[in-house]
C-alpha cells in the first residue's frame, strides 16, 4: 500500500518540468507498474518534505492508502523526528519546546521563499506552531561552535524547524536563507 524511500537533500517530490529531477519521476521509471496515469506526478501525496531535506518519505501506491494517511497527518497521530545541526552551543537547556506562530514573509524579496514569526510587522497570516526540542550533543565544525538536536514538529508549518531553530539564535549548518545568506561554507543544510 506505500512506498518508503530515504529522500536525499536538494531533491523536490514532485515538478511538473520533464527534465527536473524528482522523487515520483524516479520512481515512475524504476517501477512504471505502480504509477497511476490518472494522477498529474503518477503517485499520491500523503504528506511533504522541503527540498533541502533529506530523510524518510512514505508514498501512498492507493487511493484508500492515501486517504489513511492523510487522515493520520491530519489527526496528528504520526510522529515525526528530525537531527538537525545547529549554530552555537545550545546551553542551559537538554529538552526543550518551541511554541512560536510562523506565518509568510510579506517583503518583496522573500514572498514566496521565506517565512517568519509575528515578532516582525511583515509577517503575514501567522498559524501556531510547537517544535519539541532535544539537545543530543556539542561540538565544532571548522573551529565553530555546533549542536546536535532531536527536532519533532508538533505542526506542520513550512520551514517550520528552520524558522524555530533560527527565533532560538540557532539557525540551521547550511540554511542560506535563514542565515540571511551568510551561511555559505557547508554543501548543504543538516
Do not use: W
Amino acid at each position: 500500500h506505500f512506498i518508503v524511500v530515504n529522500k536525499d537533500f536538494d531533491v523536490v517530490i514532485n515538478s511538473n518540468d520533464p527534465e527536473r529531477l524528482s522523487i515520483y519521476r524516479q520512481l515512475s521509471y524504476k517501477y512504471p507498474e505502480l504509477a497511476n496515469e490518472k494522477l498529474t506526478h503518477g503517485f499520491y501525496v500523503a504528506h511533504r518534505l522541503d527540498y533541502s531535506t533529506s530523510g524518510v518519505y512514505l508514498i501512498p501506491v492507493t487511493k484508500a492508502a492515501a486517504k489513511s494517511a492523510g487522515k493520520l497527518f491530519e489527526h496528528k497521530q504520526t510522529k515525526k523526528y528530525y537531527l538537525a545541526l545547529v549554530r552555537g552551543h545550545v546551553l542551559n537547556r537538554s529538552a526543550f519546546t518551541i511554541d512560536h506562530p510562523i506565518g509568510k514573509d510579506s517583503r518583496p524579496e522573500f514572498m514566496g521563499i521565506r517565512m517568519c514569526t509575528p515578532d516582525y510587522d511583515y509577517c503575514q497570516d501567522p498559524r501556531d506552531a510547537t517544535t519539541k526540542c532535544v539537545l543530543i550533543e556539542t561540538g565544532y565544525i571548522d573551529n565553530q561552535a555546533v549542536s546536535k538536536l532531536l527536532l519533532s514538529p508538533k505542526t506542520g508549518r513550512r520551514h517550520q524547524l528552520r524558522v524555530h531553530c533560527k527565533e532560538i539564535g540557532h539557525t540551521i549548518v547550511g540554511d542560506y536563507t535563514y542565515s540571511d545568506k551568510t551561511d555559505t561554507s557547508q554543501y548543504r543544510m543538516f
